[in-house]
């Protein structure tokens, strides 16, 4: 079953524009943590912003703000003011740590995010 | 730049063959994981190493294998290649400190399997 799922392929978003990629998540554990990545057309993969399942206020990053809403298994990120070198692929991913210590971290097919001048 | 440099950056091999890829990770980190990532997919987990012992895997079977050395530099090997194991190897190295460690990622290995 996939744990993370991103419904967004592709999206085009003007400049300056706020945008949302969206996030949901599947997981029986209480305590795990969700973050999103990007990864510019070079391949490298950059750290956006993290959230724990514990944090009761919604994590922010500069323009990175991530809207978690723990009852939903969502954890959208809002990036603001949109720019052109926020044209990237964005990874939502999950870290899950089990009853045995196994440490896992479990990355959703991502979103295409391109910006129009 | 992250600190993180992986070796090599491209790689040709044919089915069956066996290969070694490898990751030194930044100066400070104690953890060291390794993901599959084909083309237009997310990265796949393959497994993780926190102090030279190996601490999650993945959904990848045995042939696909690794070691964390004393200095935190990594290896993953593949034996036995397959068509399939074409893909972006990317490798991340943190720092242990529970659920919201950050993953400093290099800038990966692109192995073809022909």
């Known amino acids: 079953a996939q744990k993370i799922t991103q419904t967004q392929p592709g999206m085009f978003v003007q400049e300056k524009e706020a945008v949302t990629l969206d996030c949901t998540y599947d997981?029986?554990?209480?305590?795990?943590?969700l973050f999103w990545y990007k990864q510019p057309s070079s391949g490298e993969m950059i750290f956006l912003i993290y959230?724990?399942?514990?944090?009761?206020q919604n994590a922010t990053e500069g323009r990175y703000s991530l809207n978690f809403q723990k009852a939903r298994k969502s954890a959208n990120l809002v990036i603001s003011a949109s720019q052109l070198g926020d044209s990237a692929m964005y990874f939502c991913?999950?870290?899950?740590?089990?009853?045995?210590?196994?440490?896992?971290?479990?990355f959703g097919k991502g979103t295409r995010l391109h910006i129009l001048p | 730049e992250t600190g993180v440099t992986q070796s090599p950056t491209h790689l040709i091999k044919t089915r069956g063959q066996q290969v070694t890829l490898r990751c030194s990770s930044q100066?400070?980190?104690?953890?060291v994981s390794w993901y599959q990532q084909a083309l237009g997919q997310g990265p796949q987990f393959i497994f993780q190493?926190?102090?030279?012992?190996?601490?999650g895997r993945g959904n990848f079977p045995p042939r696909f294998s690794g070691l964390q050395f004393p200095n935190y530099s990594s290896e993953l090997n593949v034996n036995a290649l397959e068509l399939d194991d074409s893909a972006l190897y990317l490798c991340?190295?943190?720092?242990?400190?529970?659920?919201?460690?950050?993953?400093?990622f290099g800038s990966g290995t692109q192995l073809s399997v022909l």
């Open positions: 991340a190295s943190s720092l242990k400190e529970g659920l919201g460690e950050k993953l400093f």
């Open positions: 997981t029986s554990d209480q305590s795990y943590g």
């Open positions: 959230q724990g399942s514990y944090d009761e």
């Open positions: 991913a999950m870290r899950e740590v089990t009853m045995n210590r196994d440490d896992k971290i479990i």
């Open positions: 100066s400070g980190h104690n953890t």
């Open positions: 190493y926190y102090r030279e012992e190996e601490n």
